[in-house]
């Protein structure tokens, strides 16, 4: 998120000295702030989506080993 918020700034930073340099108007004023406010929010998204992906995962491992049958009790049954 950090790379993201530089590379945005920097980004609408040296088009705003274009303009400033060439007298024209390429950004709204409000393109800085809403750029990065869409970067944050993003951020957030993937980070949920990833936590909640990785809590299922963790649930379902933990039912799959409560699942599984003792180890021992196979052992004793087949050596004779």
Do not use: C, H, W
């Amino acid at each position: 998120m950090s790379y993201a918020l530089s590379g945005a700034a920097l980004t609408v930073a040296a088009v705003t000295s274009y303009e400033v340099l060439t007298g024209s108007d390429i950004f709204p004023d409000l393109t800085g702030p809403v750029l990065a406010g869409l970067i944050i929010g993003t951020s957030f998204l993937f980070a949920f989506t990833t936590s909640k992906r990785t809590k299922d995962r963790q649930v379902l491992r933990e039912f799959v080993e409560d699942e599984r049958p003792d180890s021992d009790f196979y052992f004793s049954t087949n050596s004779k």
